[in-house]
Structure formats: structure tokens, C-alpha cells
């Protein structure tokens, strides 16, 4: 399994500002080839310099039989062989004229130019999967370069970038015996730089579930904005809001800066002091889902998550119209607030997180179709709307009583050992017994022995409760 281990740079004056240039190139020499490639495909559309001709005979034919530049312009064309070279093999081979042209590309690494034009074929390769058209970087969306497996050296706390040098760094956590190094990037962010080491360790999963005979224990998780994870065994997990409460911090912060005169070296200062709060929220979000993550592996062997389409939830509301075409409410204004609690919530990156510890240790994640799971009674499969009342579910067909979200997470966690075909009855009960992990290694060790701010199973028993005026009393 390929993992990433992230560490904090500590590079001399000198090193920084030679990588703050080479991203500077970086990202010039990324846009120069994705107008490149684009004016490429443009030519092939409609040919603005002149037809396409065959090499051999120098005859002008169709594009259809030789298209010479395969979306790329720069760089040659064939291969010795007389093989035609792609689009990242054309614009590789044009790189020994970029540094002569330009001899301030001498600086960076080959191999570092080489994979800005892999990130590039990356992004051609992701638009045509289906996920957006490649756009052009500015300063803000460019922050990292990367070396290729096999460049990069590590030595105690010294790491060995090569055109860099031997750089120290914050030996945070070990890694592991037995790994090969792979890609590695360095990275800056607001506060500082970082590098991160990809990894392929042959004894991840640290233990396997062979088959779903194995399986003891499993659990469904349901996820919301005021509990952030609700789940089947009744625990409830809140969600602590980061940007909430950092909020205010970060309105004052933003003000600052906005007031400063612009250009100015104050204004600069400004913006760095706000991009560093946005810093932390993030890595505050991030500590806490990591430590969700390893909780919920270490409760279950069976992991069921719900399929959320985020996007289309935090979508905008479309515009209402009256007869004569003029607008009308249409609760956006209100929307607004619900969409940054939900992005707040960052349900994708939690699913990630608890995919990848998952799969570190051999437990089995799947997401299922949350559709009626709210709505459905786990006990008689009766749906009905009405069934829930806000935080409090109530079924109408047969009077069982419990905690929406939680209720919600066993109907999912059902639907889950459904698709398996695994048999719920006995796998949903409460237990402690899970298959045995091995002791987690490393610093994550240390995240795992940090206890969540949840009391475990007070909601185990709801249904020993009446609701009386929306509070539960025990019968
Ligand atoms: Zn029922």
C-alpha cells in the first residue's frame, strides 16, 4: 500500500528563496504548456497554420491520417524508431531548448521539470476521466514541485533534495522498515515549507480479513452537521465546528488586511497573518478526522459509510421569477449559512481518511445509498416522513422510539451487511469483541491513545426513554 508521510522543512535563507523562484518558473513553464497543448488541439479543429502534410511524401493530407501534433506543438514530433511521441513525450523533448532560450531554467532539477509536465498530463488525464478541464495556475493555486522515485535521499533528520542540497527537517515520525521511496513533493503553505514522502510498504494491511466469515463486529455511520457521526452502536460523535470557532478571529483578521494600503509590505503581512488561521483550521480539522478514523477502525471490522452527493447539497438555489421576470426569494441568504457548516463538516475528507486507515488495517469500508434511511423504522422496515420529528424518531407503525441519526446509522448499517451478504442480527449488537489488530506503530500511537470528547453509548438504551416535551425520561 502506498502511503504519505508529511514533515516539516527547515531550509536555510538561501534554499528558500531558490524554491520560491523555481515555483515561480514552475508554474510559468505549466501554463506556457497547457496554452501549448490547447492551441494544439486548436490547430487540429480548425488549421490555422496551413494542413497537416505527410513526412514522407510532403503531401498535404488529412488530419484524420497523420496528426503530427498529438496535442502538442513544441518539441519533436517522432521518436528515433520513427514511433510518434505523445503529448508529454513532445514536450518533454523540448526542454533541453527551453533551457537554452532560457538559461534560468538551468537551475531547477531536470527531473523537477520533467514532473511538472507529468502534473500536467495528470490533469489532461483527469479531464478526460471525466473531472474538469485543466486550468491555468496563478500564484496562489501553484505551491509545490516534485522529484521523481529514487531522487530524494533521507538521512536522520537531513533530507537530500538534489539542485537543493541537504535540507533538515522536523523527524516527526519514523518511517517504517522494509518501505520503498516513491514520488516526493515539497510543499508551501502559510506557515512554512513541507515535504511529502510517498511510500510503498509491503506490510500494510498490517492484518487482513480473509473472508466475511471473520467478520465480528460491524457498524454504520451516519453523518450530519450538529453530530458530525452518528453512530449504530449509539455513540455519538459532535462535531466541534473549527471554523466556528475561529471564526471571529479570522473576521477581525480579514478586515485588517483589507484596510491596508494596497501593494504595501503591512498588506502583505496582512494577508499571511489570515492565511495562517486558515492554516490551522485546517490542520485542526485534519488531527480530528485522522483520530475519528482510527476510533471507528479500532470499533469495527466492518466500516458502512453513506454515499452523500456534497456537491449537489451544497449547490446554490435556483433563481425564482414571477410572471413579469422579476426575482423573487428564493432562500439563498439562508442557504449560505447551512452551506459553511456544511463545508465546515468536510464529510469528503473524513470518508477519505477513514477509507485509507481502513485499508491500512485490513477492515472492510463500503458506502451505500443513504436514500429513506431517515425515514425507514429499523425494527418493522415501516417509511414514513413523519416517522421522524427533527432529532427524535418515532415510528408510526410500531411505536419504536429512538434517536433519529442513531436509527438512521443502523438502517444503514444494515443496508451495508445486506450488500456483503453478511447477517445482521447478531453482528449489530453491542460488543467488545472485534478481530484482534496489531499495535499501531509510530506517531500514530500517540493519536490513537487521545480519547474523543464523546461519552460513549449514552444513547445506547434510548428506547427505555419517553419523550416527555422533547426531553427523555427514563420509564
Ligand atoms: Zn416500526
Same mark, same amino acid.
Given at each position: 500500500m502506498i502511503i504519505a508521510y508529511k514533515y516539516k522543512l527547515k531550509p536555510s535563507p538561501s534554499q528558500e528563496i531558490t524554491m520560491t523562484n523555481w515555483l515561480s518558473m514552475l508554474r510559468s513553464h505549466y501554463n506556457f504548456c497547457l496554452r501549448d497543448r490547447i492551441s494544439a488541439y486548436e490547430q487540429v479543429k480548425s488549421p490555422k497554420l496551413g494542413n497537416y502534410s505527410d513526412l514522407k511524401t510532403k503531401a498535404p493530407c488529412c488530419p484524420l491520417t497523420c496528426s503530427i501534433s498529438d496535442q502538442s506543438q513544441l518539441g519533436e514530433p517522432f521518436k528515433k524508431a520513427g514511433k510518434k511521441r505523445n503529448a508529454y513525450e513532445m514536450q518533454s523533448s523540448e526542454l533541453p531548448v527551453l533551457k537554452k532560450a532560457r538559461p534560468w531554467y538551468k537551475t531547477i532539477h531536470s527531473t523537477v521539470l520533467q514532473q511538472n509536465l507529468r502534473r500536467l498530463d495528470t490533469a489532461f488525464k483527469n479531464f478526460f476521466e471525466g473531472r474538469g478541464y485543466p486550468k491555468f495556475k496563478t500564484r496562489q493555486k501553484f505551491k509545490s514541485f516534485s522529484y521523481p522515485p529514487n531522487q530524494v535521499k533521507l538521512k536522520e533528520n537531513k533530507i537530500y533534495f538534489p539542485s537543493l542540497g541537504w535540507m533538515r527537517?522536523? #523527524?516527526? *515520525?519514523? @518511517?517504517p522498515d522494509g518501505f520503498n521511496l516513491k514520488t516526493v513533493t515539497v510543499r508551501s503553505l502559510s506557515d512554512g515549507w513541507y515535504v511529502s514522502i510517498r511510500i510503498e510498504n509491503q506490510d500494510i494491511p498490517q492484518s487482513k480479513l480473509k473472508d466475511l466469515e471473520q467478520v465480528k463486529t460491524a457498524i454504520g455511520c451516519d453523518l450530519g452537521i450538529k453530530k458530525l457521526l452518528a453512530l449504530s452502536n449509539g455513540e455519538l460523535i459532535e462535531n466541534p465546528q473549527f471554523e466556528k470557532r475561529l471564526s471571529k478571529r479570522k473576521t477581525i483578521r480579514q478586515r485588517r488586511a483589507s484596510r491596508k494600503r494596497i501593494g504595501s509590505s503591512n498588506q502583505k503581512r496582512a494577508y499571511a497573518e489570515l492565511a495562517r488561521i486558515e492554516q490551522k483550521i485546517v490542520n485542526q480539522r485534519e488531527d480530528h478526522q485522522w483520530k475519528i478514523a482510527h476510533h471507528l477502525v479500532r470499533k469495527a471490522d466492518v466500516i458502512i459509510l453513506e454515499d452523500l452527493n456534497i456537491q449537489g447539497m451544497i449547490r446554490k438555489c435556483r433563481a425564482k421569477q414571477d410572471e413579469n421576470g422579476k426575482f423573487l426569494q428564493n432562500g439563498q441568504s439562508a442557504k449560505r449559512a447551512l452551506n459553511r457548516l456544511i463545508r465546515d463538516c468536510s464529510w469528503g475528507n473524513l470518508k477519505l481518511k477513514i477509507q485509507s486507515v481502513a485499508a491500512k488495517f485490513g477492515c472492510i469500508c463500503l458506502d451505500v #445509498?443513504? /436514500?429513506?434511511?431517515?425515514? /425507514?423504522?429499523?425494527?418493522?422496515?415501516? @417509511?414514513q416522513k413523519e416517522n421522524r420529528n427533527k432529532e427524535r424518531f418515532l415510528c408510526l407503525n410500531c411505536g419504536f422510539l429512538a434517536d433519529a441519526d442513531v436509527q438512521a446509522s443502523v438502517n444503514i448499517a444494515i443496508q451495508g451487511l445486506k450488500t456483503l451478504g453478511i447477517s445482521h442480527s447478531k453482528l449489530l449488537r453491542v460488543t467488545e469483541e472485534v478481530t484482534p489488530k496489531p499495535e499501531m506503530t509510530?506517531?500514530?500511537? *500517540?493519536? @490513537?491513545?487521545?480519547?474523543?470528547?464523546?461519552?460513549?453509548?449514552?444513547?445506547?438504551?434510548l428506547s427505555l426513554f419517553e419523550w416527555v416535551n422533547g426531553e427523555a425520561i427514563p420509564c
Open positions: 527537517f522536523l #523527524n516527526s *515520525r519514523s @518511517i #445509498n443513504p /436514500k429513506f434511511t431517515s425515514q /425507514k423504522c429499523s425494527h418493522c422496515g415501516h @417509511i509510530g506517531s500514530s500511537d *500517540r493519536e @490513537i491513545s487521545v480519547s474523543l470528547e464523546v461519552e460513549p453509548g449514552n444513547l445506547q438504551q
